[in-house]
């Protein structure tokens, strides 16, 4: 008898990859521009743009989810999706106009684009922000700044009806430290003026107006001659931080910084001249070299404003009276301050006993000029 055998071998037939999720595809193989095909809640069939496969499949899950929920697209989704670059570029423009920090902006918009600038804006995450913000060695300050700066674009694209939602607005901001309080020792102010002297002996007259006014950077910087009153020892910064006019009073020692800078303004119309335009590089040329030789650890042009504030507060300077002087509006950014006048808090106590004490801080070899009494000189 004969017994036919079969051999089983394996199929020359390759096996068939696997498939895109449903409703992705790539419009020509190897390019790299993926597409979705999705039926609306109306049931008519739709394709939209979407960039990366993941921001495709991103997408066709949130379009089935608002097919689902009967909710209508408008009929210009499928005439042009707007893409992460186009509104940070109207973004842009509109902080060119009315931010003062638009250089700050756009360096951080540089990041930004990087990682979504040719995805639909539609198609992003709060998923997806988080996870680029966390893949980045940053302090929790800088995280935030990256955080609002997307949320705003996409304010600004709501308002210009191009999306419809602030991805942003669902990441959680990560905690800050404003704590931080750094002021010049006597020891070390002293060190510190010798190289400025030694070195840089016309940027003297800078280093004391930040010391004994307390100004931002971008405050002095920006400061305009026609803002001195010399006769009412008083200056006035007309747009401040929170976008208001403050009047700052000037010292003995302010007010002659403020005379040998009007020598070398060499009709410019800015106190500090030669820095506008290159804000933040002519004070990091001279400042930043002069703290380096003079041996300083961990300080900033910004601590000249609190060793501004330290001082006062140890020179037994109401804290509200120090939030008035730096321009803050509440007294939860003086706050900081407070452990370096523990004899009033001592004062403050003794009352409560009955006692009426005569306690006060000796601070005069931190404190200077900076006092209460020379606002009144």
């Known amino acids: 008898m004969q017994t036919d055998t079969l051999t089983l071998t394996e199929s020359s037939q390759p096996k068939k990859t696997r498939r895109n999720p449903r409703g992705v595809f790539e419009k020509a193989h190897g390019s790299g521009e993926w597409w979705i095909r999705y039926v609306d809640a109306s049931g008519r069939y739709r394709r939209e743009k979407a960039g990366t496969k993941s921001a495709a499949i991103n997408l066709v899950r949130k379009r089935k989810m608002e097919a689902l929920q009967g909710k209508k697209l408008p009929e210009t989704l499928r005439q042009r999706v707007a893409t992460v670059h186009e509104i940070a570029t109207d973004a842009l423009e509109y902080y060119r106009m009315h931010k003062r920090s638009y250089r700050d902006d756009e360096y951080r918009m540089g990041r930004l684009l990087g990682w979504f600038g040719e995805r639909p804006a539609e198609s992003l995450t709060p998923g997806d922000i988080e996870r680029r913000l966390a893949g980045e060695d940053w302090t929790p300050a800088t995280s935030n700044r990256h955080r609002s700066l997307l949320s705003l674009v996409f304010k600004l694209a709501v308002r210009a009806r191009k999306v419809k939602e602030i991805p942003a607005w669902q990441v959680t901001r990560r905690r800050e430290n404003n704590i931080r309080v750094r002021f010049l020792e006597a020891g070390e102010e002293t060190g510190l003026r010798s190289k400025i002297r030694e070195l840089f002996p016309e940027h003297e007259a800078d280093f004391d107006l930040a010391l004994h006014t307390g100004l931002r950077r971008n405050e002095q910087y920006r400061l305009r001659l026609d803002s001195i009153d010399l006769a009412r020892a008083i ?43 290159r804000l933040g590089r002519d004070w990091q040329r001279w400042f930043e070299q002069a703290v380096r030789l003079a041996g300083l650890r961990n300080f900033r042009w910004h601590d000249l404003r609190h060793s501004f504030a330290s001082r006062l507060a140890m020179a037994g300077v109401p804290l509200h009276t120090i939030a008035e002087l730096l321009g803050h509006k509440t007294l939860g950014m003086v706050m900081r301050y407070a452990h370096l006048a523990p004899a009033r808090l001592q004062e403050a106590v003794e009352r409560l006993a009955g006692n009426r004490t005569d306690t006060t801080t000796d601070s005069s070899a931190l404190a200077g000029e900076a006092t209460a009494s020379a606002y009144v000189q």
């Open 235 to 277: 200056l006035t910064v007309a747009d401040a931080k929170n976008g208001e006019r403050r009047y700052v009073p000037l010292n003995s020692r302010a007010r002659e910084a403020l005379k040998a800078l009007a020598g070398r303004a060499d009709g410019s119309e800015f106190v500090c001249p030669g820095t506008v335009g």
